[in-house]
């Protein structure tokens, strides 16, 4: 991803399932969108679940955007044969806030260390090139504060740079919670401050 940009690479939703085949094993590869490392261990257990004879699931993640942060599981396989070559195609196709697993049923012939590599690789590619991957805009969010008297103000700056109203409180005075492009983060707040009485203020967490 670029730096700087406020611009990131995703997918919309999980992946139809794609079956790759390496000397009679089976390498079932999906991929998922995530918010949080929590939904990890469901979606792994489903999918033990659907391939109950597979001996292996194996998978990477990455989440975040301005600063990510990764995992890459081998279930069992040896070292850096399986989940790192999954990770690899995630870097590859420039996602993010993304689970990628391939689970592995044993067919009888032993690959090799380049072999799994390959194969965990492969099913992990065409996995991603079954999804939908689609870009999403960053935003940081910002809390506005004025009187009825500048509402029609306001709105005007707010249809004018297509801002998102995420809520708002309306009793003696106004309060606005929303949301701006990254990019123009700066610019925008600039405009309200410039009105004297709109008091703006960034939400550092929105999640809080």
């Not at 990477?60 to 040896?78: C, F, H, K, V």
């Amino acid at each position: 991803m670029e730096e700087f940009s406020d611009i990131y690479r995703t997918i919309s939703k999980p992946s139809e399932v794609i079956l790759f085949k390496e000397k009679k094993s089976k390498f079932y590869g999906y991929a998922f969108p995530i918010k949080s490392e929590d939904e990890v261990k469901n979606i792994i257990e489903t999918i033990r679940k659907k391939h109950h004879t597979a001996g292996h699931v194996c998978y990477a993640w990455q989440l975040g955007t301005e600063e990510t942060r990764y995992r890459a599981n081998d279930d069992g396989e040896p070292n850096n044969s399986a989940g790192l070559p999954i990770y690899g195609q995630i870097q590859a196709f420039e996602v993010t806030n993304v689970l990628v697993a391939v689970a592995r049923i044993f067919g009888g012939t032993k690959l090799g260390i380049g072999g799994l590599i390959a194969a965990y690789r492969n099913g992990a590619r065409m996995a991603l090139e079954e999804s939908k991957i689609i870009k999403k805009v960053l935003k940081r969010q910002f809390k506005l504060f004025f009187g009825y008297e500048d509402m029609d103000k306001v709105m005007r700056i707010m249809k004018q740079r297509g801002l998102e109203l995420i809520s708002q409180q309306l009793e003696l005075d106004c309060q606005f919670t929303v949301a701006i492009r990254k990019s123009e983060a700066r610019k925008i707040t600039n405009y309200f401050e410039g009105l004297h009485k709109v008091i703006i203020k960034e939400i550092l967490d929105p999640n809080n």
